[in-house]
C-alpha cells in the first residue's frame, strides 16, 4: 500500500468544508485509546477512484449508513462524508489515474467525550495483473447459519466494521491450502461471500449473487456488474444459492472495488471453467464508469 492523502474529520463540526483536516499520509493521527485499534469498533468503506472520480460513491455511502446502524454508531453525515471522500479524491485524481479512498467511522477514543473519530487515507491499490485477475479458491465454513443475521444480529454479519483480522485469517487458510482466495459458505450450505469480495456464479446461463439477507455485505461493485450484463442483454438473479449449485456452475466471479472481477479457475482444486469474454467485458463496464 502505497499512501498518497490523509484527512482527518472532526466530527462535531457543523459545517462539512470545516470539519475537514488535511495531513501527511504518513502522519500518525490516532490515539493508542482510540476504539478502532484497541476494539476494532468501528465501520469503513473502500471506494476506488478513477481520474479523480470515485466510483459508486452514493452506493458506499449506502453501505457506511448501514453499517454503522448495525453498530449503533452515531449516523454519518452524508454531506460531511461525501465532501471528504470528493475532497479527497481530487487530490489523489491528480496523482494517479486510479486510486483508492478508505473511511473510517470510529467509536471514538475511549479516554474522550464520545465523539467519534473518522478519517479518510488515499492510496494507490496494488492491483492484481495478469494471472491473478484468475484466481484459485477454497470454500471455507464461516461456522454461522444462513439466517444469522436475523437471528443474531449483534454478531454484525453483514456490517462492514473494522474487524478484518477473521478475514484475513481465511485468506491465509487458503495460501496454506495453495488457493489465493476463499468464498465463505454457511453452517447450512449456503454460499456467502469472500473475505473481501462479492461471489457471482453463472448456472444455466443465469448471472446469481446471494442475497445480503444472509450476512453478506451488498456488493457496490457486483450491483454495478449486474447492471451491465443486464444492458448487454443478460439474466442476473438475486438469491440463496447451495454449495452444490457453486460447484456445478459454469462460470464464477469474485468481485470488489479494489480488485474489479476475478473469475475463478478452480474451486477446492476441481477445475472452474473461465469466462475471460465475459470477464473482460465485466473489467470494461466497471471501467468505462463515470461516477
Ligand atoms: N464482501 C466483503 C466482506 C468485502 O469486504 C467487500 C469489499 O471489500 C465486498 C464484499 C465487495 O464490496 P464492493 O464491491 O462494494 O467493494
Redesign the pocket.
Known amino acids: 500500500m502505497d499512501p498518497l492523502a490523509l484527512y482527518v474529520l472532526d466530527l462535531a463540526e457543523p459545517d462539512p468544508a470545516r470539519s475537514l483536516r488535511r495531513a501527511d499520509p504518513r502522519a500518525a493521527v490516532l490515539t493508542a485509546t482510540d476504539l478502532s485499534a484497541t476494539r476494532g469498533d468501528g465501520v469503513f468503506?473502500?471506494?476506488?477512484v478513477v481520474d479523480g472520480v470515485p466510483q459508486?460513491l452514493e452506493?458506499?455511502l449506502d453501505?457506511f449508513e448501514r453499517s454503522a446502524r448495525l453498530l449503533d454508531l452515531p449516523a454519518p453525515r452524508r454531506d460531511v462524508w461525501r465532501h471528504a471522500v470528493l475532497a479527497a479524491a481530487a487530490e489523489v485524481g491528480a496523482l494517479r489515474r486510479r486510486a483508492a479512498i478508505k473511511f473510517v467511522l470510529s467509536r471514538g477514543d475511549e479516554a474522550g467525550d464520545g465523539t467519534p473519530t473518522g478519517w479518510l487515507l488515499g492510496f494507490a491499490p496494488a492491483r492484481p495483473a495478469g494471472p491473478l485477475t484468475e484466481v484459485d479458491v477454497v470454500l471455507l465454513d464461516r461456522g454461522y447459519r444462513h439466517d444469522v443475521a436475523t437471528t443474531s444480529p449483534w454478531l454484525l454479519q453483514g456490517a462492514?466494521t473494522l474487524s478484518?483480522a477473521l478475514?484475513m485469517a481465511a485468506l491465509r487458510e487458503a495460501r496454506r491450502r495453495g488457493a489465493d482466495d476463499v468464498i465463505f459458505v454457511s453452517s447450512d450450505g449456503f454460499v456467502l461471500?469472500?473475505?473481501?469480495?462479492?461471489v457471482i456464479a453463472r448456472i444455466d446461463g443465469v448471472y446469481v449473487t446471494p442475497p445480503v439477507d444472509v450476512g453478506?455485505?451488498?456488493?457496490?461493485?457486483?450491483?454495478?456488474l449486474f447492471e451491465g450484463l443486464r444492458a448487454d442483454g443478460r439474466k442476473a438473479a438475486t438469491r440463496r444459492l447451495t454449495v452444490p449449485e457453486l460447484l456445478r456452475a459454469d462460470a464464477l466471479w469474485l468481485?470488489?472495488?479494489?480488485?474489479g472481477a476475478a473469475a475463478v479457475r478452480s474451486v477446492d482444486g476441481a477445475p472452474c471453467p473461465v469466462d475471460r469474454d465475459v470477464t473482460a467485458r465485466m473489467q470494461r463496464h466497471l471501467d468505462e464508469r463515470t461516477a
Open positions: 468503506e473502500t471506494v476506488m459508486a452506493p458506499h453501505r462492514k478484518y478475514n461471500e469472500g473475505p473481501s469480495s462479492t453478506i455485505l451488498p456488493g457496490t461493485t457486483q450491483a454495478d468481485c470488489s472495488s479494489t480488485r
